[in-house]
């Protein structure tokens, strides 16, 4: 198996190294990072560059394409080539899935006119501009379209996703591998929970 992960500069670190910490166990699986020019590549918060050997480019099949968010989406976005490479790889895809923000440009590639999909709290309005229907649910499948919402979801749905390549088994497994065990000490992690302020002061990290 194939995986795909595109990474532009300002990528948001956990939407792409959670999911790969995952997938990268899959019996067969190979999981590979590309980018507009091979090189350095930033995240967000400024600290962790990654050196991406492979251009999108040089990509002409995978059985999964795995686009994360974070800042690097509008990049992604505005980059006509890239949304095009998108198209073609997606027709040839067993599964094309997005982390947060990155289901904006799986959008932006008119991937998702009609779906129902999921995407960052904070990017409900412009996932539906491209004419998908928002739900604030932590992982969506349509088919072999599989979005997921914000950052730490991406671990959610790359185990819904080992499932579907393999077995529950193997996934099961990679979750106890991993000690994929959430108890987080607030209760704050979803807007339908979080009181105001805190709604508040969430705004500004992304800034």
């Not at 002409?60 to 198209?87: H, K, N, Y």
Request: proline share 5%.
């Amino acid at each position: 198996m194939d995986m795909v992960i595109p990474l532009f500069d300002r990528f948001e670190p956990l939407d792409a190294i959670g999911p790969y910490e995952i997938l990268a166990y899959l019996p067969g699986a190979t999981v590979r990072f590309v980018t507009a020019r091979p090189g350095l590549v930033q995240d967000v918060l400024g600290s962790l560059p990654v050196h991406v050997a492979t251009g999108y480019a040089d990509v002409e099949r995978c059985d999964v394409l795995l686009i994360p968010g974070g800042g690097s989406f509008q990049t992604m976005m505005d980059d006509a080539d890239f949304l095009d490479w998108v198209r073609r790889i997606h027709a040839g895809t067993r599964f094309t899935t997005s982390v947060c923000t990155g289901s904006l440009v799986l959008g932006a590639a008119g991937l998702l006119n009609g779906l129902t999909a999921t995407t960052h709290w904070d990017a409900a309005a412009q996932l539906e501009s491209f004419g998908a229907c928002y739900t604030a649910e932590r992982v969506v499948r349509q088919g072999r379209v599989i979005t997921s919402a914000g950052v730490s979801s991406g671990i959610d749905m790359a185990l819904h996703l080992a499932a579907l390549l393999t077995d529950e088994l193997t996934a099961q497994a990679i979750q106890l591998y991993t000690e994929y065990d959430p108890q987080p000490p607030y209760e704050t992690g979803s807007v339908a929970k979080a009181p105001a302020e805190v709604l508040d002061r969430a705004r500004t990290l992304g800034a």
